[in-house]
Nanobody, 125 residues
Framework: QVRLHASGGGLVQAGGSLRLSCAGFGGIFDTNAMGWFRQAPGKERMFVAAISYNGGSTNYTNSVKGRFTISRDNVKNTVYLQMNSLKPEDTAIYYC???WGSGVPSTRADEYTVWGQGTQVTVSS
């Protein structure tokens, strides 16, 4: 069974950094685009970043451009989200997802079919 496991969340002060990891199991992920989404309390799940199957193309939501970097290591079946200059408004549960069957990244959550369990990121002011 294909599954994703997200890790690396935690509590950090504003201005700090965290690196999230998303490891894939039970399948070959190097042909699939991957994405990160986040959901703050009382809000909808929102797109954060996405990367193509080979890492050659990336997308970011405007609020994280210049601060977050998505990358992947297909040998390790792992996608990363490096988050720098964190702000309190970045506080959310972060989810990784695979766009199974397509290597083209997307900002739409409904195009991703395999989801990880989420990891909490809390940024204190």
């Amino acid at each position: 069974q294909v599954r994703l496991h997200a890790s690396g969340g935690g509590l950090v002060q504003a201005g700090g950094s965290l690196r999230l990891s998303c490891a894939g199991f039970g399948g070959i992920f190097d042909t699939n685009a991957m994405g990160w989404f986040r959901q703050a309390p009382g809000k909808e799940r929102m797109f954060v970043a996405a990367i193509s199957y080979n890492g050659g193309s990336t997308n970011y939501t405007n609020s994280v451009k210049g601060r977050f970097t998505i990358s992947r290591d297909n040998v390790k079946n792992t996608v990363y989200l490096q988050m720098n200059s964190l702000k309190p408004e970045d506080t959310a549960i972060y989810y990784c997802a695979a766009k199974w069957g397509s290597g083209v990244p997307s900002t739409r959550a409904d195009e991703y079919t395999v989801w990880g369990q989420g990891t909490q990121v809390t940024v204190s002011s």
